[in-house]
């Protein structure tokens, strides 16, 4: 790529970094918008800018969006007193494409793990005890993918909110699984054959 300008190399290299993009996939995809400059480059451009300096995230639940509280916080139909923990916001994401949980949510930022040296400070736990505590939850829904990592996290959530119901997703979430690849059929039954844990 020597021969490559300076700038391409650089917007090569960071679209590279996007989950599911290499250098390879990335030089194709950069290569694309040059040729479609002007339906595709210029508006991805302004989009982004604009997306920059006007999303942020939910001061609440971790959700993003263009306020400081996203829309189901809002919501006083939200508050029904059940909480549905996440791992990311994509998986807030696939549970409201579901479109069955009627509740809020709370997005942890990742899930517990020693080889990551990623604690409960690192991620919003400390935050959901205090909600737990502050706002009317009866129940807490662990929606967390069934990798190691999320079944540790969710262990080590239920013990710290003994108090409180604590559920997870049953049937339909496969071992490894994760929530952002999985359709909606699959996550309304698993969100509606939750069990204790």
């Given at each position: 790529?020597?021969?490559?300008?300076?700038?391409?190399?650089?917007?090569?290299?960071?679209?590279?970094?996007?989950?599911?993009?290499?250098?390879?996939?990335?030089?194709?995809?950069?290569?694309?918008?040059?040729?479609?400059?002007s339906?595709?480059?210029?508006?991805?451009?302004?989009?982004?800018?604009?997306?920059?300096?006007?999303?942020?995230?939910?001061?609440?639940?971790?959700?993003?969006?263009?306020?400081?509280?996203?829309?189901?916080?809002?919501?006083?139909?939200?508050?029904?007193?059940?909480?549905?923990?996440?791992?990311?916001?994509?998986?807030?994401?696939?549970?409201?494409?579901?479109?069955?949980?009627?509740?809020?949510?709370?997005?942890?930022?990742?899930?517990?793990?020693?080889?990551?040296?990623?604690?409960?400070?690192?991620?919003?736990?400390?935050?959901?005890?205090?909600?737990?505590?502050?706002?009317?939850?009866t129940?807490?829904?662990?929606?967390?993918?069934?990798?190691?990592?999320?079944?540790?996290?969710?262990?080590?959530?239920?013990?710290?909110?003994?108090?409180?119901?604590?559920?997870?997703?049953?049937?339909?979430?496969?071992?490894?699984?994760?929530?952002?690849?999985?359709?909606?059929?699959?996550?309304?039954?698993?969100l509606?054959?939750?069990?204790?844990?």
């Open positions: 790529m020597s021969d490559t300008p300076k700038d391409l190399e650089n917007l090569i290299d960071l679209m590279s970094r996007l989950p599911g993009l290499g250098p390879r996939s990335a030089r194709r995809a950069v290569l694309h918008m040059i040729k479609k400059r339906l595709l480059m210029t508006p991805l451009a302004d989009t982004l800018a604009q997306v920059a300096t006007t999303v942020r995230e939910c001061l609440t639940c971790g959700n993003v969006g263009t306020t400081d509280v996203c829309e189901i916080c809002e919501s006083p139909k939200r508050a029904n007193g059940e909480l549905c923990v996440v791992e990311d916001v994509s998986d807030l994401w696939a549970m409201e494409r579901a479109g069955i949980f009627k509740g809020r949510y709370h997005v942890l930022g990742g899930t517990l793990s020693a080889l990551d040296a990623v604690g409960p400070e690192e991620l919003r736990i400390p935050k959901l005890v205090r909600r737990v505590q502050e706002e009317e939850i129940e807490v829904i662990l929606a967390l993918n069934a990798t190691m990592d999320g079944q540790t996290t969710a262990h080590y959530i239920a013990d710290l909110l003994s108090d409180v119901r604590i559920t997870s997703l049953a049937q339909g979430v496969p071992i490894g699984g994760e929530l952002d690849y999985l359709d909606d059929g699959t996550i309304s039954a698993a509606k054959a939750r069990k204790e844990l």
